[in-house]
């Protein structure tokens, strides 16, 4: 922190407002998770002064935009990045110091770093460090009232906006999020491998080191075993606390599926037993202790051995998954709910909560309550009333409708931008979330859908598209490390059609069994293929509930990864799902007119 002064930071303004800076009070971050990252995040706060995150996956246009916006004179970035940034160094007039990490470089790798114009400082993030005096820079601790971060969001519409986070939202959520979960002080070992730039590990890391905990940094693709990596993270670290996106617990599942599908027969059996046991035992309150010992131990082996609290948020769970990991592990995993505007944390669902698809109930800093939408139907064709008793599955409710909230965790607004906030922040305090929740009997939030995902068809009846894709990615024949599935309707269509990333080892499998010979590329093109897909969809929509609208009757499978990179999938990892249909336009072109009769 000491050292930011030399470079002419100054700490932010007591009283924090979205109008733009003046001064020079932020610290810009675009780096991958990795100790440096929080070093320098805690070091920008000792001085007052603000944090601005980056995604590491974003562009430079995004570095451009941020330095711009927030007058930033000093940005942290890995070694590898600093040769995009000089490239662009004109247009970004303000910038005077890049402070680079090696993080993820090998020692015997050669980063070369380019020429840096003058009045450009180009330093290592150790001596960066190590040029402080703290002597005659001593600590400035910010008021609570003051700007932490401005955190763009990932951008799954438009440009990403700031959110304007106060020492006051990180600090109430912290506390509430720890009295909610029950950390143990001093005694959890947490793993951070998720993005910084994303406020579900930011804030949880931050709290990590607020509670005592041990925090240990992976690389996402060092989580489980590999040809470059042949002792995992989880094997490595065993953490005792986990966070992950839905997708995360997804590929986990259906890892541990995978092998023990190449078990034998009497071994797939026993594994089998040994699960239904076991569920069946922790809906009633106990464990088994005899398929604990010969059975779960080993797959437990596989985060670690020790895991005893897992998180999931960033988007719904699917029910399946939630099920599978509490079983296969024997961790408790619990869904939370929460916006980059609320500071991430706004629901957490109690540890002894065993119910899926609960978000949970409210934390003590947050106001949450729910506002009817007429115009919006569920597939029953009865709209999202605040009085409804009864939900769409017959259960007793208190209410339906869009999710809002305010508290002492809401963010102030988006930086810079008073229109974009007038849309969603309202003078009564409260923010407009844009999903569609209902109170059950308890009190916990359970998050039905989100406005825009919810889709009308020719015949005037609604599709969730979010909640199908949740509910098909269960689907053996999907890819979730590659992307997974797209579903898609519109006011054309009579029914929804799908574009997925197919497995190919299963796929394989599949045609081997089913004598459909051929190389792969062959395989995708068959007939057989497309209704064997579509069957094994139509039983995951069956299994999950969907209406018979919601079947998809045609998939293109695209073999194109999705990523960050080509835009498909936000910084966060969730669907674009206008750019995969832009992208792939010649085969949703071919694929669509099947959905309308």
């Given at each position: 922190?000491?050292?930011?002064r030399p470079e002419g930071l100054v700490s932010a303004p007591e009283k924090c407002t979205l109008d733009k800076f003046t001064t020079p009070?932020?610290?810009?971050?675009?780096?991958?998770?990795?100790?440096?990252?929080?070093?320098?995040?805690?070091?920008?706060?000792?001085?007052?002064?603000?944090?601005?995150?980056?995604?590491?996956?974003?562009?430079?246009?995004?570095?451009?935009?941020?330095?711009?916006?927030?007058?930033?004179?000093?940005?942290?970035?890995?070694?590898?990045?600093?040769?995009?940034?000089?490239?662009?160094?004109?247009?970004?007039?303000?910038?005077?110091?890049?402070?680079?990490?090696?993080?993820?470089?090998?020692?015997?790798?050669?980063?070369?770093?380019?020429?840096?114009?003058?009045?450009?400082?180009?330093?290592?993030?150790?001596?960066?460090?190590?040029?402080?005096?703290?002597?005659?820079?001593?600590?400035?601790?910010?008021?609570?009232?003051?700007?932490?971060?401005?955190?763009?969001?990932?951008?799954?519409?438009?440009?990403?906006?700031?959110?304007?986070?106060?020492?006051?939202?990180?600090?109430?959520?912290?506390?509430?999020?720890?009295?909610?979960?029950?950390?143990?002080?001093?005694?959890?070992?947490?793993?951070?491998?998720?993005?910084?730039?994303?406020?579900?590990?930011?804030?949880?890391?931050?709290?990590?080191?607020?509670?005592?905990?041990?925090?240990?940094?992976?690389?996402?693709?060092?989580?489980?075993?590999?040809?470059?990596?042949?002792?995992?993270?989880?094997?490595?670290?065993?953490?005792?606390?986990?966070?992950?996106?839905?997708?995360?617990?997804?590929?986990?599942?259906?890892?541990?599926?995978?092998?023990?599908?190449?078990?034998?027969?009497?071994?797939?059996?026993?594994?089998?037993?040994?699960?239904?046991?076991?569920?069946?035992?922790?809906?009633?309150?106990?464990?088994?202790?005899?398929?604990?010992?010969?059975?779960?131990?080993?797959?437990?082996?596989?985060?670690?051995?020790?895991?005893?609290?897992?998180?999931?948020?960033?988007?719904?769970?699917?029910?399946?998954?939630?099920?599978?990991?509490?079983?296969?592990?024997?961790?408790?995993?619990?869904?939370?709910?929460?916006?980059?505007?609320?500071?991430?944390?706004?629901?957490?669902?109690?540890?002894?909560?065993?119910?899926?698809?609960?978000?949970?109930?409210?934390?003590?800093?947050?106001?949450?309550?729910?506002?009817?939408?007429?115009?919006?139907?569920?597939?029953?064709?009865?709209?999202?009333?605040?009085?409804?008793?009864?939900?769409?599955?017959?259960?007793?409710?208190?209410?339906?409708?869009?999710?809002?909230?305010?508290?002492?965790?809401?963010?102030?607004?988006?930086?810079?931008?008073?229109?974009?906030?007038?849309?969603?922040?309202?003078?009564?305090?409260?923010?407009?979330?844009?999903?569609?929740?209902?109170?059950?009997?308890?009190?916990?939030?359970?998050?039905?859908?989100?406005?825009?995902?919810?889709?009308?068809?020719?015949?005037?009846?609604?599709?969730?598209?979010?909640?199908?894709?949740?509910?098909?990615?269960?689907?053996?024949?999907?890819?979730?490390?590659?992307?997974?599935?797209?579903?898609?309707?519109?006011?054309?269509?009579?029914?929804?059609?799908?574009?997925?990333?197919?497995?190919?080892?299963?796929?394989?499998?599949?045609?081997?069994?089913?004598?459909?010979?051929?190389?792969?590329?062959?395989?995708?093109k068959s007939d057989e293929l497309q209704k064997a897909i579509v069957a094994d969809l139509a039983n995951e929509n069956k299994k999950a509930?969907?209406?018979?609208?919601?079947?998809?009757?045609?998939?293109?499978?695209?073999?194109?990864?999705?990523?960050?990179?080509?835009?498909?999938?936000?910084?966060?990892?969730?669907?674009?799902?206008?750019?995969?249909?832009?992208?792939?336009?010649?085969?949703?072109?071919?694929?669509?007119?099947?959905?309308?009769?």
């Amino acid at each position: 922190g000491a050292a930011l002064r030399p470079e002419g930071l100054v700490s932010a303004p007591e009283k924090c407002t979205l109008d733009k800076f003046t001064t020079p009070c932020s610290l810009a971050i675009f780096e991958n998770t990795c100790p440096e990252w929080m070093i320098a995040a805690q070091g920008a706060f000792s001085q007052g002064v603000v944090v601005t995150t980056i995604y590491a996956t974003l562009g430079m246009d995004a570095v451009i935009d941020s330095v711009r916006d927030g007058v930033i004179t000093a940005i942290v970035c890995n070694k590898r990045s600093v040769g995009g940034i000089m490239s662009k160094i004109k247009d970004m007039p303000t910038l005077k110091t890049i402070i680079y990490t090696s993080d993820l470089i090998a020692q015997d790798e050669t980063v070369d770093l380019p020429a840096s114009p003058d009045g450009v400082k180009v330093i290592s993030f150790e001596d960066f460090v190590s040029g402080g005096d703290t002597a005659k820079y001593a600590p400035t601790p910010p008021s609570k009232d003051s700007c932490a971060v401005i955190m763009y969001t990932s951008g799954s519409t438009g440009k990403p906006k700031g959110v304007v986070l106060t020492h006051s939202n990180l600090v109430s959520t912290i506390e509430a999020g720890a009295r909610a979960i029950g950390i143990k002080d001093g005694q959890d070992v947490y793993l951070a491998y998720l993005p910084l730039a994303h406020i579900m590990e930011m804030v949880f890391e931050f709290g990590c080191f607020a509670w005592g905990c041990t925090v240990c940094y992976a690389d996402p693709k060092s989580l489980t075993a590999t040809g470059s990596y042949p002792k995992g993270a989880l094997e490595t670290y065993s953490p005792t606390l986990m966070v992950g996106v839905p997708k995360i617990w997804d590929v986990i599942k259906k890892g541990v599926q995978a092998k023990v599908a190449k078990s034998s027969p009497v071994a797939q059996f026993l594994v089998n037993t040994a699960f239904q046991a076991r569920r069946f035992a922790n809906e009633h309150g106990y464990d088994t202790p005899l398929f604990k010992a010969l059975v779960f131990k080993k797959l437990k082996a596989a985060v670690g051995g020790k895991l005893r609290l897992a998180l999931s948020g960033g988007g719904p769970l699917n029910e399946e998954v939630q099920i599978f990991v509490r079983t296969a592990f024997g961790c408790t995993l619990i869904q939370g709910y929460g916006l980059t505007e609320s500071c991430g944390g706004s629901c957490v669902q109690r540890t002894d909560d065993l119910r899926p698809l609960i978000a949970g109930a409210p934390l003590a800093h947050i106001e949450v309550k729910l506002e009817s939408c007429p115009d919006i139907n569920d597939k029953a064709g009865m709209a999202y009333l605040s009085t409804d008793t009864r939900d769409v599955e017959g259960n007793k409710i208190h209410g339906r409708g869009e999710v809002v909230m305010k508290g002492n965790g809401m963010a102030l607004g988006y930086y810079g931008a008073p229109e974009k906030t007038a849309e969603v922040f309202r003078p009564d305090g409260f923010f407009e979330t844009g999903d569609i929740g209902q109170f059950m009997e308890d009190g916990s939030l359970r998050i039905v859908d989100r406005k825009k995902n919810l889709v009308k068809l020719k015949g005037g009846e609604y599709i969730a598209t979010e909640k199908m894709e949740m509910s098909y990615g269960n689907s053996k024949f999907v890819d979730p490390m590659s992307g997974g599935i797209c579903c898609y309707g519109d006011g054309d269509m009579d029914r929804p059609i799908a574009l997925m990333t197919p497995s190919k080892p299963y796929i394989m499998s599949w045609a081997k069994e089913n004598g459909v010979a051929g190389a792969y590329e062959e395989v995708l093109k068959s007939d057989e293929l497309q209704k064997a897909i579509v069957a094994d969809l139509a039983n995951e929509n069956k299994k999950a509930g969907l209406s018979h609208i919601e079947k998809i009757v045609a998939v293109a499978l695209i073999t194109e990864a999705w990523t960050p990179e080509n835009g498909c999938l936000t910084a966060a990892n969730k669907l674009q799902r206008r750019v995969v249909i832009d992208k792939f336009e010649k085969e949703f072109n071919a694929t669509k007119p099947k959905g309308i009769f």
